[in-house]
């Protein structure tokens, strides 16, 4: 079956801009997470939605946002571009279930300039 | 400017050699963990998973050792190939959901 899609694989913004990016998750999967890789932090969670809900929020700023639709397929939005929001976006999806193993996409590689 | 990356722990090992990689973890209550496999330009790629009632699971070249005494897990790569070349990450399912908490991850290199 297929994988998690994500999508573009690579995007480049400015300063101030925003972004859109989209996850299709594997087919019958309802948990959509959201995890930011950087080589300064690292892998960092971002947000999870399940059935269309945030079920649970990492420790980033407003300008980070997510939405989830009734086909569980996700977008994540960042408003007003920085410098240091160039990172490889990874979207990763599960069941939803308790300790469930997580299954990720390619990811999409934003460059902020 | 300078640019400071994350240092990465590395293991470089020859090939056909088995590897064996670490992974120290603070809560007690953490009864699931999950290696993920990291290639240059691609998402983790799940490799095997263990819960707290286990000591040990065994795949395919791949062993999980789980001490929970000491917090510890590792993983055990034998006969080590070149395909194996990536960073490997620990990973705890925050029980409050599918939020994961990632180990700092360790760079392996195979010297052919």
């Known amino acids: 079956k297929a ?3 994500q999508t573009p694989r690579y995007l480049i913004k400015t300063r101030g801009q925003q972004v859109t990016l989209s ?3 594997i087919s019958g999967h309802r948990s959509v997470s959201w995890y930011q890789q950087t080589p300064g932090q ?3 969670f ?3 939605y399940f059935s269309e809900t945030q079920r649970n929020k990492g420790n980033f700023p407003g300008r980070f946002s997510g939405r989830q639709f009734s086909n569980s ?3 994540m939005n960042v408003s007003t571009l920085e410098l240091g929001d160039s990172a490889l976006y990874l979207c990763a999806s599960s069941f939803g279930g308790h300790n469930e193993k997580l299954f990720f996409g390619s990811g999409t590689q934003l460059s902020v300039l | 400017g300078e640019s400071v990356g994350l240092h990465l722990p590395t293991l470089s090992v020859q090939e056909g050699d088995n590897s064996i990689i670490n992974c120290a973890y603070s809560n007690s209550a953490s009864d699931y963990f999950i290696w993920y496999k990291q290639e240059s330009g691609k998402g983790p790629q799940f490799i095997i998973d263990i819960r707290s009632n286990m000591d040990k699971r065994q795949g395919q070249r791949v062993t ?3 001490n929970k ?4 897990l590792s993983l055990q790569i034998a006969a080590t190939q070149p395909g194996d070349s990536a960073v490997y990450f620990c990973a705890d399912p925050n029980n409050a959901g599918n939020m994961l908490t990632f180990g700092g ?3 392996l290199m195979v010297k052919p």
Do not use: A, D, M, N
């Open chain 2, 64 to 66: 999980v050792l789980l």
């Open chain 1, 3 to 5: 994988g998690v899609t």
């Open chain 1, 23 to 25: 996850c299709s998750p």
């Open chain 2, 69 to 72: 005494t000491v917090k510890h």
């Open chain 1, 46 to 48: 971002l947000f999870e």
């Open chain 1, 42 to 44: 690292g892998l960092q």
């Open chain 1, 73 to 75: 397929r996700s977008e």
């Open chain 2, 105 to 107: 991850g360790t760079r």
